[in-house]
């Protein structure tokens, strides 16, 4: 089966090496550090591990779960061991999503870099997959582990295992003609391309065949006229019809033959509706689409509390590896909490807590490095100072020397701002947002002297020495480090200067009320507010909340109740127009799931324009209470089918996933709402559903649509399968829609790829919002109706 992908695979000689494996030292904690065997499969895709070689080895991991593979120097836990380990020996493997880094020491620096060549190469070829290359990768990783005795075929037991692995209840006897039909050399075994047909056979979906030959007059091809139809028709597609179907049939088709007859197959039209062309997001919606030139406070950021922290807020560990995740899926507000530390240096971690320490001077040096990987809009420093005056000016030393000019220290024109600059304006710039000693106007006030001044000196220079010390005098008293001193001696201020001169957009203001902010406070100063304070106004205030949030910057911030790390839901802080709801990114769940939906859109740049009533000093609208211009609209969701649905717990060979599936929908109170189908009971491979479920929409501006799939268990809580979470205005109107799996929050074990789940929806057109055959969430086909401005129903 490995020959799938072996014809493919780069040839390295460092592939080689690792095929025969390596004895490397595992680390976990400087206390943890274990001899153990690592091995490249001869499949190339999967590392398995064993504490000796020759013993019984476990898979570690699959490369597609890895993310990048960074040099010993790098890791903070291997660099805190540079004493007893050689850094230039070592390596650490990241891996997608929130799964812990493993960090590796070779016995040498050659076998280092054998592993990391070997691996690079190995990560590059996996994102550099089509989707035939994916298909084949899955099967193959399936293949290895259905051929339990490893002889590179599989009888009909060793299938019958796979099927019960693979979620299928299948009744013998047809299973055993499947095999037979597959097994075409008779030889009572399947191998390579026999296993491939009997997969095709077990994968056959009747409700895309019937599809598929609605539009085909002979049933076997679509011409390129009947695909045309089908585009325009189903997805809407209008006049672009005809040159898409072109492109399409030349990315997807499989055989030279059909490209050059400009034809496309079965095999092509499922290669079509699984892929990123038939995903349910928007493809419009994927890069930065938004208006970028609008003031900072018309945007919603995303934001991380606490962002040192990977664990819990009491005992959890303070990384650097914090702010490189936060910043890689897109953070661009972070936060810094700095006390005093020993020697003079600043140090970060959550106060009054026995949460581990890091250096201030890592976390600057870290987001110097991440800031603009993943974006290039700017990013917020949110610091929370408690340190010492002295301590203080090593910070802003810190900042100003390790940033240079990626930071922000002054206006950008040098003249007084009658409004936020954009985010477009402020590309690659790292703004800091804290306390400040004074107002933007003074500042610029005291600049303007002190250049009126240096040109005074340069036109006398000729003048005596008496008046030029006399004129160098007053010049140092007026320059800021001069002025430190002078008020040093007097009495030292709480906020240091030079740290204070660094805040210039996101001045730090204490909240008393909306009158207070309207009538004392700047557009560049910005308030916190914890989530129950925010609630609280929310519902006492709401439209006031609203107007306050179209000219000034807010930031929420989870409850210091939440000493799990856990989240508070979003949506209701975004409903008020708050831009920077700050959330525990570490953590996993249903508002983490909302949140990474919500910011997927414009790019991932970080930054999503808010809608015009939000943007509007003036606005009426009440998040509570919304009313007139909005009408409801009603959504007709049909869940037709599902497919290759993973388990929760791969340790129970014999049980089969009862899958349902549950559509939640988030927004303003009123449109809150949740259904879901029944569970079908042992069938995880091919479920059929069939239902359709109805809501009511009244602000789809802010709504947002999350499709949850779950094992049902009558005994206990169901067991989550899968999710995925998209902005209304994000969807793609039509009709049945297939989901990308790698957007789909799932909790694959270590070196368990995610499997290629397949779901059919229907998205008809009835308003702009929705339209065409694409992809929702995890294994599932789902088909919704809209119909605008019916409040009462469908």
């Known amino acids: 089966m490995a020959s799938l992908m072996q014809g493919r695979l780069p040839i390295s000689e460092d592939l080689l090496l690792m095929q025969k494996g390596t004895l490397m030292r595992k680390v976990r904690s400087k206390s943890w550090k274990k001899l153990r065997y690592f091995r490249l499969q001869d499949d190339g895709m999967t590392v398995w591990h064993a504490r000796q070689a020759g013993s019984t080895a476990k898979p570690t991991f699959s490369i597609s779960d890895v993310e990048s593979v960074r040099e010993g120097q790098e890791s903070e836990l291997l660099r805190s061991l540079a004493e007893e380990l050689p850094l230039e020996q070592g390596f650490t493997i990241v891996f997608h999503g929130r799964r812990s880094n493993l960090d590796l020491v070779a016995n040498s620096t ?79 075994t399947l191998e390579g391309e026999e296993f491939v047909e009997f997969y095709k056979a077990l994968t056959k979906r009747t409700e895309v065949q019937e599809l598929f030959e609605n539009f085909s007059a002979d049933g076997q091809k679509l011409t390129l006229l009947e695909f ?30 059909g490209k050059l007859r400009h034809v496309l197959s079965m095999d092509g039209f499922l290669n079509y509706l699984c892929s990123k062309d038939g995903d349910i997001f928007n493809p419009t919606c994927l890069p930065v689409y938004q208006d970028m030139t609008q003031p900072l406070n018309h945007y919603y950021i995303n934001s991380s509390h606490n962002t040192y922290l990977v664990g819990d807020q009491l005992y959890g560990h303070s990384s650097v590896e914090g702010y490189i995740r936060a910043l890689k899926r897109g953070c661009r507000c ?36 991440y800031a603009f990987q993943t974006s290039d809009y700017p990013v917020i420093l949110s610091l929370e100072n408690h340190c ?39 590309r690659r710039k790292i703004l800091v947002k804290g306390k400040k000693l004074r107002t933007l106007e003074e500042d610029l006030e005291e600049e303007e002297e002190e250049e009126e001044l240096e040109c005074e000196l340069e036109t006398e220079q000729e003048a005596d020495t008496e008046l030029e010390a006399h004129l160098e005098s007053e010049s140092q008293e007026l320059s800021p480090r001069s002025k430190d001193k002078k008020k040093e001696k007097k009495s030292k201020p709480i906020l240091c200067p030079s740290l204070s001169a660094l805040v210039v957009y996101l001045k730090s203001v204490s909240f008393h009320s909306f009158t207070h902010s309207r009538e004392h406070y700047r557009f560049y100063e910005t308030s916190s507010f914890s989530e129950a304070k925010a609630r609280s106004l929310i519902k006492e205030a709401g439209n006031e909340f609203v107007q306050h949030n179209a000219w000034q910057l807010s930031r929420v911030y989870p409850s210091g109740l939440r000493t799990d790390s856990s989240n508070y839901n979003p ?64 959504l007709l969701i049909q869940i037709i089918s599902g497919q290759q649905l993973p388990k929760e717990d791969t340790s129970k060979e014999r049980s089969i996933v009862d899958p349902l599936v549950r559509v939640e929908i988030f927004g303003v109170r009123p449109d809150k709402s949740r259904q879901e189908t029944s569970y079908i009971e042992n069938n995880g491979f091919n479920p059929y559903w069939g239902q359709t479920l109805s809501f009511q929409v009244l602000v789809p501006q802010l709504a947002l649509l999350r499709f949850v799939v779950e094992d049902y268990n009558r005994k206990s809580r169901n067991d989550f399968i899968g999710q995925y979470t998209v902005p209304w205005s994000c969807m793609q109107q039509g009709g049945p829609v297939l989901p990308s799996p790698h957007h789909c929050h799932r909790h694959p074990g270590p070196g368990r790829p995610l499997t290629p789940s397949s779901p059919l929806c229907r998205l008809p057109p009835c308003t702009p919002a929705l339209q065409g055959w694409h992809q929702p969430p995890p294994g599932f086909h789902l088909r919704a109706y809209q119909h605008p401005g019916r409040a009462g129903g469908g």
């Open 110 to 188: 050659e076998e280092a870099k054998i592993w990391m060549q070997g691996l690079q190469l190995l990560v590059d070829f996996v994102t550099g997959m089509d989707q035939q290359e994916r298909l084949d990768q899955w099967l193959s990783d399936w293949f290895q582990r259905g051929d339990k005795n490893q002889d590179g075929r599989m009888s009909f037991q060793e299938v019958q295992r796979l099927l019960h692995l693979m979620n299928v209840k299948m009744d013998q006897e047809y299973a055993f003609q499947l095999f037979q039909g597959a097994d075409m050399s008779e030889s009572g």
């Open 228 to 257: 045309v139809d089908f585009l325009q028709e189903e997805q809407k597609e209008g006049e672009r019809a005809s040159d898409l179907a072109l492109e399409l049939i030349d990315r997807y088709e499989p055989s030279d033959s």
């Open 334 to 369: 972070v936060e810094v909490d700095i006390w005093d530390g020993p020697n003079g240096e600043p140090i970060v971690y959550h106060g009054h807590t026995l949460t581990s320490r890091i250096p201030f001077k890592d976390v600057v040096a870290t987001v110097a490095q």
């Open 388 to 426: 010492s005056w002295e301590q203080q000016q090593v910070m802003a030393y810190h900042l100003t020397e390790i940033l240079g000019e990626q930071l922000l220290s002054t206006t950008l024109d040098g003249l007084l701002p009658t409004q936020l600059p954009s985010p477009e304006e402020l």
């Open 571 to 634: 949506q209701e802080l975004w409903n008020a127009g708050c831009q920077m709801v700050a959330m525990n990114v570490q953590t996993a769940g249903l508002e983490m799931d909302i949140y990474d939906g919500f910011f997927r859109q414009n790019g991932g740049c970080g930054y999503v324009l808010k809608p015009d009533f939000l943007r509007d000093a003036q606005s009426s609208f009440h998040p509570e209470r919304p009313i007139s211009p909005f009408k409801a609209q009603t």
